[in-house]
């Protein structure tokens, strides 16, 4: 005889078991996000403390060399540092230069320590977005993608700066993450991504278009590359060996380019943010 029994038991099995994943997502975030906080807490501790101590000793120095109004300087330095615990671009001074070194010498180092904690962190916290996204926890979701940003405001935006090399793995991090935020970053800035080519063709909505895309390290997703004809062609040439090269000429050049699908590759192009895929127009590639 049939019975509802088997399918409800079964579909309330179905029900616990998406809920109880969902919950240790979000326990997993919160761990991963506490653990990083501490070791990004710890990280400045030990910046700070360091340049607390030579902090100290520009100021012997500069009072030994009779500067009054250098060693006032660095010792309201100290005052600040003791009270705030914090070193921002807002606290760099003009004078004395030794000063304003020493600052940006431990600023520099704050904001490196701290963004190589905050990008390993990264990839985890996303698939733990994901994965509450996937089985309609919302709300938990939601919660996620703010520990992202909070993470995030550990760094600060700062847009690529001209001739600077942007990994393809960190511009699909940042609109994984943030893309409002990636959006202050990459958007309207023409930029060069590394990536390993994942796949090509023809746009199938533009016959005037050839798209490349990248990809890279443990980001998932895709840069959308779009070269415009007639300033680049691009013809597939088979080896004898049945290897599938992609063939790319500029225009007004007799020099052409050879690559195949895995191959790392630096792609010039103008960032448009991101619709399903981050895109990249008007491209070219860098001379």
Not at 68 to 96: F, H, M, W, Y
Not at 143 to 170: D, F, H, K, Y
Request: proline residues 4%; aromatic residues 6%; neutral net charge.
């Amino acid at each position: 005889m049939f019975t509802l029994r088997p399918l409800l038991c079964c579909g309330f099995l179905c029900l616990f078991t998406g809920s109880l994943l969902a919950q240790q997502s979000v326990n997993l975030a919160d761990a991963e996000v506490q653990k990083c906080q501490e070791k990004i807490a710890s990280v400045k501790r030990d910046v700070f403390g360091k340049y607390e101590d030579l902090l100290g000793e520009l100021q012997l120095k500069l009072q030994k060399a009779a500067d009054l109004e250098g060693a006032l300087a660095v010792r309201a330095e100290r005052e600040r540092l003791k009270t705030e615990q914090s070193l921002n671009d807002g606290d760099l001074v003009d004078e004395p230069k030794q000063l304003r070194a020493l600052q940006a010498e431990y600023l520099g180092k704050a904001q490196e320590l701290v963004g190589a904690l905050v990008r390993e962190a990264l990839p985890r916290l996303i698939e733990y977005k994901k994965s509450l996204t996937v089985a309609g926890k919302l709300d938990e979701a939601l919660a996620a993608r703010t520990a992202i940003e909070n993470l995030q405001n550990n760094i600060p935006v700062v847009r690529p700066q001209a001739g600077m090399v942007t990994p393809a793995e960190s511009i699909l991090l940042a609109y994984s993450g943030d893309r409002p935020r990636a959006d202050r970053i990459y958007k309207g800035q023409k930029i060069t991504v590394h990536g390993v080519i994942g796949g090509y063709r023809q746009d199938p909505e533009d016959a005037k278009i050839f798209i490349i895309y990248l990809t890279g390290g443990q980001a998932g997703g895709w840069v959308q590359c779009s070269f415009t004809s007639p300033d680049y062609r691009f013809r597939e040439e088979t080896s004898n060996f049945g290897a599938t090269s992609l063939v790319i000429s500029a225009k007004g050049s007799e020099n052409t380019l050879k690559v195949q699908k895995g191959q790392p590759m630096d792609i010039r192009g103008t960032c448009a943010g991101m619709d399903e895929v981050v895109k990249l127009n008007r491209c070219e590639l860098p001379k």
